[in-house]
């Protein structure tokens, strides 16, 4: 029994001993407000990447390149947060919710947008349509024709 005790206790020694990864933060920290920007940044170029990749590719932006000028922060620092932060749920959670609060209020804006660029469109086009019917009607009146005539 000894020597099973002594095993078990020579195996725990062991296992306590290994490196444990511990979160260790960064030493350029970017602050929460600032790692919002960031992962907002990131979700827009997925967007981007998404729904107009042919173009994406044809400008030829690097995100990566972008994001780290864009922030003043080099690909390690951003790394090295997006590491950081993921070992602190709670925080992370608080920062992802104002990413989304952000993207909902940037989907509204171009919402409201469309609608209004649409219903100028559509009275650009009454318009349009009205002053063509008005032409048209000038040109086939006959009384029109007759005072041309007269003069």
Known sequence: MSKHFLYILLSVSILSCQNVDKNIAPDKILTKNQMALVLMDIAQFKI???NYSKEFEN???????YLCA???IDSTTLQENLRYYSY???VLKEIYEKV???LEKSKTQITDFIEKQS???ESETEKIDSISIK?????SSPSVLKNKTRN
């Open 59 to 65: 400008i030829g932006i690097n995100s990566n390149d």
């Open 135 to 139: 032409i048209s009607q000038k040109k």
């Open 100 to 102: 989304y609060d952000s």
């Open 119 to 121: 219903e100028i469109q």
């Open 70 to 72: 864009k922030h003043d």
């Open 88 to 90: 602190e749920p709670n």
């Open 48 to 50: 981007i990447k998404t």
